[in-house]
């Protein structure tokens, strides 16, 4: 069964505090993708990445940035939370062809108090 | 931004009825995808029609997809309660995905 597993369900972090989401996936996908969703807003794509150590921005990079070290794991960086990076964090894998579907972690659900 | 908007943003049936939303996007694209969330949960991909198709069936489920007008339709026929979920339809150009800001379905018992 494939999977795409994200470190944690529920999150608290305090204000300031520097987060680090992991998210892992065992298909041998080349492509991976944080989104952060927002009730009325959707999907807002953060960061991509292609291969080991390459990255894309999204539409919503401010205040992210991303690790991708090893194929199989995807880490998304907060480097001083904020309160308006509460949400719900969404990690995706895909196969490195265009036109195929991508796969989804649970999610983790952030607050930042 | 690229996203995508479907439309209506929450729909409310009984079940048995259909349900059609509608999606419509902004750039040119390799396929579009519909995706669907359960309450709290990662997305499942339900279904992909390519650029070059019109329609495309899945079981209870119908796509539609009009290039011209850069918009997609998904009908799930005869629904049940267990297709209450939010439905997201995502756009596939090159090695990104888009997604859009999603249909609240729910099914009334």
């Known amino acids: 069964d494939v999977k795409v597993t994200q470190s944690s369900r529920y999150l608290v972090k305090r204000t300031g505090e520097k987060v680090f989401l992991e998210c892992v996936q065992d298909?041998?996908?080349?492509?991976m993708f944080w989104y952060r969703q927002d009730p009325g807003l959707g999907l807002r794509l953060i960061y991509f990445?292609?291969?080991?150590?390459?990255?894309e921005k999204g539409d919503i990079p401010e205040g992210y940035s991303v690790s991708r070290e090893k194929k199989e794991r995807f880490s998304l960086i907060l480097e001083s939370a904020s309160t308006n990076q509460t949400s719900m964090y969404l990690c995706?894998?895909?196969?490195?062809?265009?036109?195929?579907?991508?796969?989804f972690g649970q999610g983790t659900r952030l607050t930042v108090v | 931004s690229q996203q995508g908007e479907e439309d209506p943003q929450a729909l409310s049936i009984q079940e048995g009825e259909n349900a059609t939303m509608n999606c419509s996007y902004k750039t040119s694209i390799n396929n579009l995808q519909w995706y669907r969330q359960n309450s709290g949960r990662g997305l499942v991909h339900l279904i992909l029609?390519?650029?070059?198709?019109r329609e495309k069936h899945s079981g209870r489920l119908r796509v539609t997809l009009d290039t011209s007008k850069k918009s997609s339709s998904l009908l799930i026929t005869a629904s049940r309660a267990a297709d209450t979920a939010s439905y997201f339809c995502a756009t596939n150009t090159g090695n990104q995905f888009y997604f859009g800001t999603g249909t609240s379905l729910t099914v009334i018992p």
């Open positions: 029609i390519r650029s070059n198709e």
């Open positions: 298909m041998d996908h080349e492509n």
């Open positions: 990445s292609y291969d080991v150590k390459m990255k």
């Open positions: 995706a894998s895909t196969k490195g062809v265009p036109g195929t579907e991508a796969f």
